[in-house]
């Protein structure tokens, strides 16, 4: 009879307990936001930063899980010798979150460098400056260094809350979300910005050129 009540009772709180998950997950709930404009309409001409579009393979489109995706290099006349190849998924499940440099680029051979790992802070046109991460590998005598940083769009508080704090799984980069999302990545040649000079003044006017399509409500990230 006592072991019937215990478990009835462990039975009655894990309902209670599956109904306030399910609650907060509703109160939560809001619409995957679209993009305001496509990612084709950001500028090819960033400040002094001219860009080339880049072919994207159907086999790449389908791996990357995302709704539009955009590659480009860019290169300035100011900086000679550095070529910035961006790319950026939007995706409007958030399927992207799954990508991040620190999952796909040892998958495929390369070893992150720790010690040159650094965050920016990267003046935006919202007058708060973002954090952005550059991260660097290397798969031999190349190293190869890498801007990231990502959007969600339309997640709601609790999540937004629970995301940045380090301590629970939830706060990962590589997992869906309830929101609509979009990453963004700048790959180049370590030894040609090794203090990442030029890619900071390419992020800042990338960021300039993206405000137009970004919705109005996000929230940005840069940990992998």
Not at 143 to 158: A, C, D, M, P, Q
Not at 162 to 180: D, F, M
Request: proline share 7%; charged share 25%; hydrophobic share 35%.
């Amino acid at each position: 009879m006592i072991r019937a009540q215990r478990l009835l009772t462990c039975g009655f709180l894990l309902g209670i307990g599956l109904a306030v998950q399910a609650g907060l997950k509703a109160a939560n709930r809001v619409e995957r936001p679209n993009l305001r404009a496509k990612l084709a309409s950001v500028p090819l001409e960033l400040g002094d930063w001219a860009g080339v579009d880049q072919p994207i393979s159907d086999e790449l489109f389908e791996r990357a899980q995302g709704t539009e995706c955009l590659s480009r290099t860019y290169k300035s006349p100011r900086r000679p010798g550095v070529k910035l190849q961006l790319w950026m998924n939007f995706s409007i499940r958030g399927d992207n979150l799954r990508h991040s440099p620190e999952i796909c680029l040892p998958s495929g051979g390369r070893t992150k460098i720790e010690s040159q790992t650094r965050v920016f802070e990267i003046p935006a046109p919202s007058g708060r400056p973002i954090p952005v991460s550059r991260l660097a590998y290397t798969g031999g005598e190349l190293v190869e260094h890498v801007g990231f940083w990502y959007y969600i769009f339309g997640e709601g508080k609790l999540e937004n809350y629970v995301r940045r704090l380090a301590i629970t799984s939830e706060s990962s980069h590589g997992r869906a979300t309830s929101g609509s999302s979009m990453t963004i990545e700048v790959f180049y040649n370590g030894e040609s910005d090794p203090e990442g000079e030029a890619f900071q003044d390419f992020a800042r006017e990338l960021l300039a050129g993206l405000e137009p399509i970004l919705p109005i409500a996000r929230d940005v990230y840069h940990v992998p």
